[in-house]
């Protein structure tokens, strides 16, 4: 897996979390960034930065995942958006695909799901 040339934004209000998930990017050697909201998400991608993919989470103060998806989306951002969620109801599941996610991945993420959703999108592609 050539991921070494990735780029990747973490979009998570909860530190550990944004740690937790940078430090495993680091490992499959994806650089990346974390911010703790949507807007945040939208101000980095609004100073001209661009990533190949995006980790979100839903559930965040200030802007949630689903309006930073809508509203990056809307500004023709094509990065591959993974929705990171402890949320598992089918229908908070759907709402968030709809927004614009490319895929679901379901808390707690770990190196083996994280590994899978590279490999889906940057390998087979």
Request: proline share 2%; aromatic share 4%.
């Amino acid at each position: 897996m050539d991921s070494h040339k990735l780029t990747a934004l973490v979009v998570d209000d909860d530190r550990m979390v944004r740690i937790i998930h940078g430090k495993m990017l680091n490992s499959v050697g994806v650089k990346n960034q974390v911010v703790q909201n949507g807007k945040e998400a939208i101000n980095v991608h609004l100073s001209g930065q661009t990533f190949d993919l995006i980790l979100m989470d839903l559930d965040m103060p200030i802007m949630n995942g689903i309006e930073a998806i809508k509203e990056l989306r809307s500004m023709g951002i094509c990065s591959t958006i993974a929705g990171v969620s402890a949320r598992s109801m089918e229908s908070h599941i759907q709402e968030f695909m709809e927004a614009g996610l490319d895929e679901y991945l379901e808390k707690p993420l770990n190196i083996s799901k994280l590994t899978s959703f590279i490999h889906k999108f940057y390998v087979t592609n």
